[in-house]
């Protein structure tokens, strides 16, 4: 147990859809940050927020965005679900930017048909 | 070429074989991460290297930075080791300080 819950567990939307995941992290970690894990694939990093600002994006297109609240929790948000947005979506928190250990959720896994 | 690779991608191993796991990557990298994924996606971290050799149980990682290379050894596996072992690594530069970089994973299954 990580402490860092993510809901829904699984989801399908259809294509052109809106689509929010949330997770909350450990109380006390100000970093939260976003993979996307295609099936076969290592996880590829989305972005990252600390005290609730975006600090770092990956390659990733402007539908993808995202908002952290003060009491830990933070959403992944995806607008114009397109079929290769299906994957499984982990975030991860820590302590601060500069801390090395990040505590991974069970992640969110997405269909989009 | 990606930044961060895995080898063997699949591995099947008798219960009790010794099993390695290597991770190369291209990068300049602060920290190296060994993580756990079982089926249905949780990741459990297993080791944070940025020198040398870590051990925990039966789990034994190692980094040599000048070669950029780490490896993943499992003593006497057993079936609930089967899992997908994943190595990120955490990359000096950058547009995040937190971003990780992941390989592509390691799947390993054991067989009784």
């Known amino acids: 147990e990580t402490g860092v819950t993510q809901s829904p567990t699984h989801l399908i939307k259809t294509r052109g859809q809106q689509v929010t995941l949330r997770c909350s992290s450990q109380s006390g970690h100000n970093t939260v940050s976003w993979y996307q894990q295609a099936l076969g694939q290592g996880p590829q990093f989305i972005f990252q927020y600390y005290r609730e600002e975006e600090n770092g994006r990956g390659n990733f297109p402007p539908r993808f965005s995202g908002l952290q609240f003060p009491n830990y929790s933070s959403e992944l948000n995806v607008n114009a679900l397109e079929l290769d947005d299906s994957a499984l979506y982990l975030c991860?928190?820590?302590?601060?930017?500069?801390?090395?250990?990040?505590?991974f959720g069970p992640g969110t896994r997405l269909t989009v048909t | 070429k990606n930044e961060v690779e895995q080898s063997p991608q699949n591995l099947t191993a008798q219960e009790g074989e010794f099993i390695t796991i290597n991770c190369s990557y291209s990068?300049?990298?602060?920290?190296l991460h060994w993580l756990q994924q079982h089926p249905g996606g949780g990741i459990v971290s297993l080791f944070m290297l940025s020198s040398g050799k870590k051990k925990h149980g039966r789990l034994i990682a190692t980094i040599n930075i000048q070669e950029k290379h780490s490896s993943l050894h499992i003593t006497a596996s057993h079936p609930r080791d089967s899992a997908v072992y994943i190595c990120?690594?955490?990359?000096?530069?950058?547009?995040?300080?937190?971003?990780?970089?992941f390989g592509k994973g390691t799947k390993l299954s054991v067989k009784p």
């Open positions: 990068v300049g990298i602060s920290a």
């Open positions: 991860a928190s820590s302590l601060e930017i500069a801390s090395y250990e990040q505590y």
């Open positions: 990120a690594v955490r990359s000096l530069y950058g547009g995040s300080q937190g971003n990780l970089i």
